[in-house]
């Protein structure tokens, strides 16, 4: 797939459908992702400024990738990352600097014990539940592209993984605590309602525009999170969402996606107003003393 120019494609008009890319491949193409669109729920210049200026990823971003990684695409785990050996107590030291140059690898891809400990106790405990195997099984990380008929905008999502048979999109959640309570504040402050709307539209769409190329799956109508809590004994929830919250997450992505194409259309990626405004008044500005 490396030798597809996938910009061509997509001048062409042809980067539809569902393609088998590496997850530098994915994240170089075309298209708006849901964590891209996250940034228009502030305003364009917010948008801009993180898609000009990307974060490098926090220690918990690099733990969840590797999770994912070891999970769903373990033959590609050594690819990307690299424990250190016992015989190194630090990242220090002219043996340690020549080992790691060797590995050719971000520093923040290499894993220490503990958090190698950690990790491999979540894979452990996934693999050992059946419920966990059967949802995380079918076809892992393909990236669908798509045109959002509303918009005119190319999309595009990469889902953990697609049961074969019922078509379910899974998606596993790394946390500190996976007990329901938890778990939904979670999905309300991380915004996965919206992944879970744009998700199972884009998966259709990308399907009926472009094809499946040879990915024979069922059309997806529901969505499941797998979460897993990151320190022993590993628990683990599976929880989809009510639909009227999947409706709202809907009408969330498809307000960001008309905000973006306006942005778009008009060069427009500026902030708040700077006109003068007058603050509403609300009812807890006003503290009751009897």
């Known amino acids: 797939m490396g030798a597809i120019d996938l910009h061509k494609l997509h001048e062409e008009g042809k980067l539809l459908g569902v393609f088998d890319l590496t997850q530098d491949e994915y994240r170089s193409a075309p ?8 940034y228009m729920d502030k305003t364009p210049a917010h948008f801009k400024y993180y898609k000009d200026n990307p974060e490098p990823p926090t220690e ?36 340690y600097k020549a080992w790691f140059k060797s590995k050719n690898l971000p520093k923040e891809n290499i894993l220490n014990l503990n958090t190698w400990k950690q990790i491999r106790g979540m894979r452990d405990a996934l693999n050992s539940s059946k419920r966990a195997s059967l949802y995380l099984s079918g076809y892992h990380e393909k990236s669908f592209f798509w045109i959002d008929p509303e918009t005119g905008i190319l999309c595009k999502c990469r889902p953990d993984s697609i049961h074969l048979k019922t078509g379910i999109i899974s ?14 504040k979670k999905c309300y402050n991380m915004a996965y309602h919206v992944q879970n709307a744009f998700y199972v539209d884009g998966v259709i769409e990308a ?21 897993v809590e990151k320190e022993a004994p590993y628990l683990m ?15 969330l992505y498809k307000l960001y996606l008309k905000r973006y194409k306006e942005a778009v259309e008009k060069d427009d ?16 500005m006003y503290k009751r003393v009897s």
């Open 31 to 38: 298209g708006i992702s849901r964590s891209d669109l996250m």
């Open 60 to 95: 918990n971003m690099v733990k969840g990738t590797a999770v994912h990684t070891l999970i769903l695409e373990p033959h590609t785990f050594l690819d990307d990352f690299r424990v250190m050996p016992k015989k190194f107590k630090t990242k220090s030291g002219n043996k």
């Open 171 to 184: 998606d596993l959640k790394t946390c500190d605590n996976a007990s329901p309570e938890e778990f939904i």
């Open 207 to 227: 399907v009926r525009q472009g094809g499946n190329n040879g990915f024979d799956f069922k059309e997806p109508d529901s969505f499941m999170f797998v979460a």
């Open 237 to 251: 929830g599976f929880y989809d969402l009510p639909p009227a919250f999947v409706d709202e997450g809907r009408r």
């Open 269 to 284: 990626w500026s902030g708040y107003s700077n006109k003068i405004i007058r603050l509403q008044e609300k009812s807890w």
